[in-house]
């Protein structure tokens, strides 16, 4: 009997455990579900930290600028401009790292109304530091160490002598101020031979830094300067790319009272950097080590060497820092931490260069550095090649090209502007794709990535087709970045602009640049009044004005540009009275024109450019025998209908 109910039974329990399981892993599902929708609604509860930091930085201005009507109204208005010495407007567009000094606060024994302006600027200060470090705490406790640590460095910027801040930067009080490293830069006639590039003893210079040692036959002068800059440099990619060299929940630990950044007395590894006195000894010194191409570069990393290499002087005859910076990324990167050889010869070099093509872009002020933005040399280069000349690689083909793909193909130097400007997008975007990067970054360094896994893509949190809409949208300029945006305007060399809807005050930012050799600005309207202002610029050697709609009488106020060399009206709205205008322009060599704006009339006018070598044309721009008279007038100058 007990044998004709037993199988029965069997099944009512199978049938009853089956459902308590099933029961159990819908529950187990559900609370997974729960915990990774508690998760993600917490991710999207983050805040945006560069915006936080904004918002304290507006914070600062009011009260700055409470002292300034204080100063008005206490008779000590000269001190408005040392009131707003300390600040400074930030926005998203580009990285804000702060350098800390070895000063300490400073002070002054002034009695009155100077005194008590001295007072309150202090505690200004002083209050937004406070604030700055409940800002860096809040980010370490979110597991965002590498926000906190840079904003433990710009907490110093405004209190030097914030002790906490000090304390987990590693920074040690001294008597008379405070030390930034246990050792300092010293710099000294090396006594033994350097077999390496075949010095004698006592003919070269060895220095030494917190993190570098460098052979050197350049000035001692020379190779200080150097040494400075390496260390700055240093200070600044290690705030940078924070995530690729330390853990960033090591930095929640320092809020903790769990330690502190370690910086290690008599570094036992620094990175290796030669520097030489010339580029033609630079140049011999890069053949034997096998390095081709030296002759036109200023600049270059030896991997299998692990040494950085550098003529004191550039293949243009100039220091060329930022080459340096290239090279020295390269370095940085690979001798940080412990990577696998050649990570980036199978896929992604585009990558390695555009990031190192990015930190180029540094710009040092008085007590931080700027790192992007959209006014940055190489970016320039990339907007004007995919906007104006429509160049581009997909991006997803760019990514599977393997060393011998990249480095042979004759756009090559279109290549490294794409790339470049593509690092800056992924570097300066408001979507905070910067640490994703970082966190692909370390992972090509460290292990072989698979194109076909599509981890990049994974990683970043977007496909390589949002990638491309999110470039073209990121080349963009707007006339608002003009007027506010550009860094050192005295010091910018180049420009692209195109398609920006330019108002009057952009153009008066553009009149600051004296030093632009190229300026794009295809697309936008000239008017007269701001032809004016473009005339001023003495050293601008080409001006691209495709597409415009340029204002009649506009030309003749860009006569005054005595170092124009080349010019591009092509499709812009100059008719064939205003040719002769260009007769006037003292060094123009190479003119685009096209139709409709060009006839037949404008030959003679064409025909009197003096220095024209080069005549660019749209076909058909001319009639056959209108362009044969051209020719019979001037065989000088080479013309090109394209």
Known sequence: ??????????????????????????WLAILILALWASRAAAQSAQPDWRVERLQLNRGLQEKLQELVLWCRGNGVQQQEKATWSIYRRCGLDRHYLF???????????????????????????????????????????????????????EVLYFDRDHARA????????????????????????????????????????????????????????QTRALAENLETWHYIWRQLFFEFWKKPS?????????????????ASRRFKVAFFRDHPEYVRQMLNLGVRGAEVSSGY????????????????????????????????????????????AANFLWLDEGVAMYFESVELFDGYATVGGFDSTRLQFARMRKIREGFHVPIAELSRMNMPAFQTRPDIARIYSQSAGIAHMLMDSKNNTRSKLVDFLKTMHKQ????????FE??????????????????????????????????REVMAIPEADLGDGAFDELAKCKQLRWLDLSGNKLYKHNAKKLGKLDSLEQLFLLASPIEPGALESLNQLASLRELDLRYSSIMDKEIVELTKLPALEVLMVSKPQLTDAAVDSLAKIATLKTLILTKDALSPAALEQFKRLRPDVDVQER
């Open 250 to 266: 090591t930095v929640k630990t320092w809020f903790e009272g769990k330690g502190q950044l370690h910086i290690p007395k008599g």
């Open 458 to 491: 994974k990683t970043i949190g977007r496909t390589f087709e949002q990638l491309e809409s999110d470039y073209d949208q990121f080349l963009k300029v707007k006339n608002w970045s003009v007027e506010n945006r550009i860094e050192k305007p005295a010091t």
């Open 166 to 221: 000090r304390e987990m930067l590693g920074h040690r009080k001294i008597k008379d101020g405070w030390k930034l490293f246990p050792e300092r830069i010293t710099v000294k006639p090396a006594r033994k031979p350097q077999r390496e590039f075949g010095w004698p003893a006592k003919t070269y210079f060895t220095a030494t830094t917190p993190h570098f040692y460098i052979y050197s036959n350049a000035t001692e002068e």
């Open 301 to 344: 990393y030896h991997g299998d060497q692990e040494i950085s290499c550098f003529p004191a002087v550039g293949a243009t005859g100039e220091p060329a820092d930022s080459t340096w910076r290239h090279e020295l990324a390269h370095q940085l990167f690979r001798e940080s931490i412990r990577t696998r050889p050649s990570p980036f």
């Open 1 to 26: 009997m007990r044998q004709t109910q037993q199988p029965p039974f069997r099944q009512r329990t199978r049938s009853r455990t089956a459902t308590a399981t099933q029961s159990r892993i819908g």
């Open 448 to 455: 072989k990535v698979d194109p076909q896994k599509r981890l």
């Open 99 to 153: 350098l800390p000094t070895e000063k300490t606060m400073p002070t002054a024994d002034i009695d009155g109304k100077l005194g008590e302006w001295f007072q309150k600027l202090t505690q200004i200060r002083r209050d937004h530091a406070t604030s700055l470090f409940d800002l860096a705490e809040r980010a370490a406790k979110a597991d965002e160490g590498a926000v906190a640590f840079r904003l433990l460095h």
